[in-house]
């Protein structure tokens, strides 16, 4: 074999091989069980650590919700056992008051209810609107999926940039069921003080944000929890208006919210790791129970959150458990008026035939992680 013939034979080796592995580096990410996770930076955290609940599910990190914002529901109001209302008589393990001590509650965005998120379906509908007027004091500037409005001379470039960053983190889980972000924005209005947001909402002392799902319209004023409420009102914005005839069910709205909160604005609740806790411990709703639940306005608070917390994890273990389109799929029978068991069988397949055998699949991956893949 002469010197041109060995020359050609290890050129195809090296366009062979050069070709396998840009092939390998292409493909492999569609292998994968679950979609890499990206962290936003928060804007609004005064150097505090940011960690993300995957990595650390026991030191909870100080740019969640602050601690001293008042809870919205008084503790003396009696559960409402009628008309879907959360009952805490359904609880698989009863509450212990002690282990509850001093975690915050969720309810630091106005809840919407159920008139609210009918309100909002098909969002992308319609014409054009114009933009809301700028508030006295305030700038406004426009970037690729926000109007921004802040008050002061200019809007920061630092909140526009980490903004656009958590939308494009957002859309890695929602873009299927959010496809007009394309075209239409959503506003935002910063405030400088919580003097201001209340003058300008109407808000009580106790709220950290507030939104209008309609209006695509979010209030908050500046504090480290700001960057996590934003994620979490976003999601019923991009989310919620997925479902055409009626809203999604409660527990897989919020479930949502909260995952998209910790997943991809990496901002943890100070009260979701202790109830995790003693949901990996057995307590927590019957899955029929929980996902009857549609009002929360009267339940005691310590319910409340457990219940947020279970919506959480629940919906977090049918986007984890199965690689592909079946947690689409599954919204997707929701949303065209089928059950929950049927929606569950027809996307993922056996066993989950009954939402008995998926609390029992739920439940054992909470203590284990076997079946979604998931550390905990």
């Not at 969002?123 to 114009?130: L, M, P, R, T, W």
Request: overall charge positive.
């Amino acid at each position: 074999m002469d010197i041109f013939s060995r020359l050609r034979i290890w050129f195809w080796l090296l366009v062979t091989g050069l070709w396998g592995t840009f092939m390998y580096q292409y493909i492999s990410s569609d292998f994968k069980t679950e979609q890499t996770i990206y962290l936003s930076k928060n804007p609004f955290a005064y150097d505090m650590p940011v960690t993300n609940l995957e990595t650390e599910r026991t030191n909870i990190p100080k740019s969640g919700f602050p601690l001293d914002f008042k809870n919205d529901i008084p503790s003396s109001i009696k559960t409402d056992t009628s008309k879907a209302g959360l009952n805490t008589s359904n609880l698989v393990v009863p509450l212990k008051t002690d282990e509850l001590q001093g975690i915050a509650s969720p309810n630091f965005t106005k809840r919407h209810t159920t008139e609210e998120r009918l309100e909002a379906l098909n969002i992308s509908q319609g014409a054009k609107e114009s933009y809301p007027p700028v508030p006295h004091g305030f700038s406004m500037t426009e970037t690729r999926h926000f109007v921004m409005y802040e008050e002061g001379e200019k809007v920061s470039e630092k909140i526009a940039n980490a903004l656009e960053h958590l939308h494009g983190n957002i859309m890695l889980d929602l873009i299927s069921f959010s496809p007009w972000t394309r075209e239409k924005k959503v506003f935002l209005f910063f405030c400088a003080s919580q003097e201001t947001y209340q003058r300008l909402t109407g808000r009580p002392a106790w709220s950290g944000g507030t939104a209008s799902l309609k209006e695509r319209k979010i209030f908050v004023y500046k504090n480290p929890g700001t960057f996590g409420i934003i994620a979490h009102e976003l999601t019923h914005i991009y989310f919620d208006s997925f479902f055409s005839k009626k809203p999604n069910p409660l527990w897989l709205s919020e479930g949502m919210a909260v995952y998209i909160q910790v997943e991809r604005g990496a901002s943890v609740p100070l009260w979701l790791s202790a109830n995790l806790k003693m949901i990996s411990r057995g307590a927590g709703f019957k899955l029929t129970d929980l996902m009857r639940i549609e009002k929360l306005e009267e339940a005691d608070e310590e319910s409340v959150r457990l219940w947020y917390a279970q919506s959480y994890s629940l919906v977090r273990f049918l986007m984890k458990m199965k690689a592909g389109e079946s947690f689409y799929r599954f919204c997707g029978m929701i949303k065209d008026g089928n059950p929950i068991h049927k929606a569950l069988y027809r996307s993922y397949g056996m066993p989950y035939n009954k939402i008995s055998a998926l609390e029992y699949a739920w439940r054992y991956d909470v203590k284990t992680g076997k079946i979604s893949g998931l550390n905990r």
